[in-house]
């Protein structure tokens, strides 16, 4: 039995272990190549995208027509009503407006693959401009001609290195047999002549080798391939997109921390921006405050002794009823103790018993006519009507109903009171306030500034914005901090509606931020105070738009100015645009 060669298992595993070598992903964190790239680049439908001063225009291919969307660069908001018209070269087309700044035209030959330098030209009742750009149309490849996604380098040339194994096997195969022939003799020479050197295999052995690691070889070629791990452990290059129409609609975070926003995203989304405006700001304080009645427009209605409610005629009024001045809002039949009943009583018969006494001598002096004395019959008369008054206004405080009445005319703000109730001397039953003439008040720590304040605005927990005026501080501290009284002021003219909300909206007690101005200020850039969001980390930040639709995070140091604004001192440069409407939505975005 002839043995075989060591050198061929070891040539056999060689081999298979260079042609199986595949690519490996890493976990997550631990893989040190190159970063990724964006996956939405390579899925997005083509684009275009030009600005002016006054217009930002985004235009998509997709699905056989071109889309334009038609925004104001400074704020974002769609251009409506306006007549947009696309040329490239010698063709031309006109767009048809269907809403919030969105224009479709059938593209014609922009469909076709190639670079089409675009000219848009815009006009609307209120500006004109024209807009250049390129639009790449790229060719649509043929799917079967990609090789699975996470092959490896060498996929490609599969088919070229089987042929090449095909071929170095055959000739291999006729080597052998030429050995083989030779061996047994060639012509002229007798068959068994030659003697094979000692440990080398025979011929068909030899043969049987190859054709086996011929085949071994091919199936590890058609096997190949990347090495995929199960559902949810892949952290590898990930794959792509299903498709244009599906990425190009969605936003997504880049890798180096900015945002792709789709411009119908950014419609959805309600995004807008305003222009961070340089400029000297004054100083501002941060106070907290609430709402307060106007003391000149406001009553309190409280219960005078012990006693029972009563309802009136109408009933007790509800609360956010009108109270006319003078108006009975209930009855209060006093309640007496028993000791305070009891004196009573003994004082209203010891009254009883003078009454009659003073009854019988007035009948006495009257039939003497004109011989009684003028002056004691008047002093009887007159005494007998006082100790029946005094006697029936004691009998009257058992039964007698008091009304309680409202000062002042307005809405009924509080009501503590209900039909038998017992209530105390003293007790507050009902509070009419004027919902036209309310105030606020602020608690200033530092004293120093209380006179400095030249204007002031208060924002409320929905975030609605009130203008106050500063009418007076007081001269006592109440818990550490000087309290500040300020004025609602009404929306100046030509206000945009919804800035503002009306005093008639607020209620008593409703806590407030109050952002009062000093005279002294700094310069910086002002933005709304909306557009300033927390990151991750706690730290300020906004959303600056610095491409049609792109968003990056910028970190700011800001202070607030009052009004709805903030002030950036650091993290800015003038004519920035923030997001100051959906900037919370856009940190959402993963």
Same mark, same amino acid.
């Given at each position: ?41 390579? *899925? ?329 004395? #003028? ?12 100790? *029946?008054?005094? #006697? ?28 038998? &109730? ?24 530092? *004293? ?139 940190? &959402?975005? #993963?």
């Amino acid at each position: 039995m002839q043995r075989t060669p060591a050198y061929l298992p070891i040539l056999l595993a060689t081999v298979l272990s260079v042609l199986t070598t595949t690519e490996v992903s890493a976990h997550e964190g631990h893989d040190h190549g190159p970063p990724l790239p964006a996956p939405v680049t390579a *899925t997005l439908a083509p684009r275009v995208s030009a600005e002016s001063a006054d217009l930002e225009l985004v235009a998509v291919l997709e699905d056989g027509t071109l889309t334009v969307y038609l925004d104001e660069f400074a704020t974002n908001r769609p251009i409506e009503d306006a007549v947009l018209q696309v040329e490239s070269g010698a063709w031309q087309g006109t767009a048809t407006h269907e809403g919030e700044g969105v224009y479709r035209l059938d593209p014609g030959p922009l469909a076709e693959p190639g670079r089409h330098d675009l000219i848009f030209t815009i006009e609307s009742p209120t500006l004109a401009d024209l807009l250049l750009g390129a639009l790449e149309v790229p060719d649509d490849p043929g799917i079967d001609a990609q090789p699975p996604a996470g092959s490896p380098a060498w996929y490609d040339s599969v088919p070229l290195l089987q042929g090449a194994v095909v071929l170095l096997a055959l000739c291999s195969l006729a080597l052998l047999l030429w050995r083989d022939h030779r061996d047994r003799g060639g012509p002229g020479e007798p068959s068994g002549q030659r003697t094979p050197p000692k440990g080398s295999p025979s011929s068909t052995t030899a043969a049987m080798m190859t054709l086996a690691l011929l085949a071994t070889t091919l199936l590890a070629l058609d096997a190949v391939g990347p090495v995929r791990a199960h559902e949810g452990h892949d952290h590898g290059t990930p794959d792509p997109a299903p498709g244009p129409s599906a990425a190009g609609q969605a936003a997504a975070r880049l890798p180096d921390g900015t945002l792709f926003v789709p411009k119908p995203t950014q419609r959805l989304l309600g995004i807008r921006t305003a222009p961070a405006e340089p400029g000297e700001w004054p100083d501002t304080f941060t106070l907290s405050g609430h709402v307060i009645p106007d003391p000149n427009a406001s009553a309190l209605v409280q219960a005078p002794l012990r006693g029972r409610i009563e309802l009136p005629e109408d009933g007790l009024p509800l609360l956010g009823a009108s109270i006319r001045e003078g108006q009975v809002l209930a009855y209060l039949v006093p309640i007496l103790d028993a000791v305070d009943s009891t004196d009573l009583q003994a004082e209203m018969a010891e009254l009883d018993g003078r009454i009659e006494n003073l009854a019988r001598n007035l009948i006495r002096l009257r039939q003497l006519g004109d011989n009684a004395p #003028r002056q004691e019959l008047e002093e009887t008369e007159t005494e007998h009507m006082s100790l *029946t008054a005094r #006697r029936r206004a004691i009998a009257d405080s058992f039964s007698a109903r008091m009304p309680l009445t409202a000062a002042v005319g307005g809405v009924l703000a509080l009501r503590n009171a209900s039909p038998g &109730q017992i209530v105390a001397g003293g007790e507050t039953l009902f509070t009419v306030v004027d919902p036209q003439r309310l105030l606020v008040e602020a608690l200033l720590y530092d *004293t120093d500034h209380a006179t400095h304040f030249t204007s002031a605005s208060a924002t409320t927990t929905e975030g609605r914005l009130l203008r106050l005026t500063p009418i007076g501080s007081g001269y006592e501290l109440r818990g550490h901090a000087l309290p500040i009284q300020f004025r609602i002021e009404p929306d100046p003219p030509g206000e945009k509606p919804g800035t503002s909300r009306p005093p008639d909206q607020l209620v008593v007690r409703q806590p407030l931020t109050v952002v009062a101005t000093m005279f002294h200020g700094s310069t910086g850039l002002r933005i709304p105070s909306a557009a300033v969001q927390r990151g991750p980390d706690g730290a300020e930040l906004v959303w600056v738009h610095v491409q049609p639709e792109h968003f990056r995070p910028q970190r700011v140091r800001v202070r607030a100015l009052g009004a709805g604004d903030s002030v950036v001192t650091a993290g800015l440069a003038a004519g920035d645009r923030v997001v100051s409407d959906g900037a919370a939505l856009l940190g &959402q975005v #993963r």
